[in-house]
């Protein structure tokens, strides 16, 4: 059975860094499609 680390989770885990990290990949593709889809958007405006 896998040892039970409590609600603290394992020690060797720096779980403030993963937090940052996650936010960052989640802002970073948020606007990355923000960014696409307005892209796509001028470029149906101005091309059709």
Same mark, same amino acid.
């Given at each position: +059975?896998? %040892? %039970?680390?409590? /609600?603290?989770?394992?020690? /060797? +885990? %720096?779980? /403030?860094e993963h937090d940052r990290t996650y936010e960052l990949f989640i802002g970073m593709a948020k606007w990355g499609t923000i960014i696409s889809v307005a892209i796509m958007i001028l470029m149906a405006v101005t091309l059709l």
């Open positions: +059975m896998a %040892d %039970d680390h409590g /609600a603290a989770g394992h020690p /060797a +885990m %720096d779980y /403030a």
